[in-house]
């Protein structure tokens, strides 16, 4: 029998590179995915394009981890052995305009997933698997470089304190219940299928519009922030080595590298022959109210422990991600037809 994984937020980047991660491995594989008045399935429409329960591939399910009950439902009527937990209002800079949403769906949600999945192990004597998404972000102002495992949590953001909650909560129902339960705390991941309002995916689809006349300037904020950005795809590989180990633990995964911003925009100018000072703006809509400086992981353990490695390196995710944003930047300039 083909293991079955649920996996939450599976239209977003993590979700869909982990969805083709784990259809390619065997894995009978169900996203979650909100009801909203339009479709945001373009990352995995080539995985599974209808919601009907005998179609082949992707399995898609109503849910949200504001609906305790809901969960229980999917739960009941999928019976995972793996559960992914990849759903949040991810965006740093949002959490600060909507801390109650994102308190409620990235801390309470992991809470109401972890009780939910807790139930049903109890009830039908299994023992299905949860992973937890953490975030580099709950390090925030670092006590020490690298960050590993063992580094104090020191959030500042909505969001990151949301991520550690339900970063503790995970270790919780692992002591209190013997859930087979992991955090991950990714550093930075990015691709060509980053959402737009990330910083490195707003400077790669911005600056090749650019290069076409399609845009002109291009805004952002604070530029000196430093990132251990890696390859979402490499990082996903991660996530579900963690589940397949004898015991449960929790991970760092990250580069070892550490960059700023101003160098992922230097690096993608450099390789368009664009002038930085021709086409961006500083907009103080766009800096935090409490920053997070610099941010660089220790992946050792999971180097030792899973066997992991980084595939991906800074230049060539770059590289990746111009080249995607260019050939979408020339379909946008043919639309217009141009």
């Known amino acids: 029998m083909a293991k079955v994984a649920l996996i939450t937020g599976v239209t977003g980047q993590d979700g869909s590179y982990l969805a083709e991660s784990l259809l390619k491995k065997g894995y009978q594989v169900h996203g ?19 919601f009907s329960s005998d179609a082949e591939g992707l399995q898609l399910h109503y849910g949200d981890l504001g609906d305790g009950t809901g969960l229980r439902r999917i739960i009941e009527q999928v019976r ?115 959402g737009e309002n990330f910083v490195t995916r707003k400077i790669t689809r911005s600056a090749t519009r650019i290069k076409l006349g399609v845009q002109e300037k ?61 086409h961006v703006i500083k907009d103080e809509r766009f800096l935090r109210p409490a920053e997070v400086d610099r941010l660089i992981g220790d992946a050792s353990k999971a180097k030792r422990v899973l066997g992991w490695e980084p595939t991906v390196k800074f230049e060539k995710l770059a590289e990746l991600m111009i080249e995607s944003d260019l050939e979408l930047a020339e379909r946008e300039l043919r639309g217009k037809g141009q």
């Open 32 to 50: 979650m995915v909100r009801r909203t008045s339009s479709f945001a399935t373009g990352r995995i429409d080539h995985l599974r394009k209808d």
């Open 80 to 194: 995972p052995d793996e559960v992914y937990n990849l759903a949040a209002q991810s965006h740093v800079r949002i959490s600060f305009d909507q801390p109650e949403y994102t308190a409620d769906v990235v801390g309470l949600g992991a809470l109401r997933l972890l009780e939910a999945l807790r139930d049903h192990n109890k009830r039908r004597g299994r023992a299905a698997r949860l992973y937890q998404a953490g975030s580099s972000e709950m390090y925030g102002k670092v006590a020490e470089i690298p960050q590993r495992e063992t580094t104090p949590f020191h959030p500042r953001s909505p969001y990151a304190c949301a991520k550690v909650y339900a970063h503790y909560q995970t270790i919780n129902y692992r002591e209190a219940y013997g859930l087979f339960a992991c955090n991950g705390i990714l550093f930075n991941h990015e691709s060509p299928r980053r």
């Open 218 to 278: 291009l805004a952002l904020g604070n530029l000196d922030a430093q990132r251990d950005w890696g390859y979402a795809g490499d990082y996903v590989e991660a996530m579900w080595q963690m589940l397949q180990q004898d015991q449960p633990d929790d991970y760092v995964v990250a580069t070892g590298e550490s960059h700023s911003v101003r160098e992922f925009l230097e690096v993608v100018f450099d390789r368009l022959k664009l002038r930085i000072e021709d």
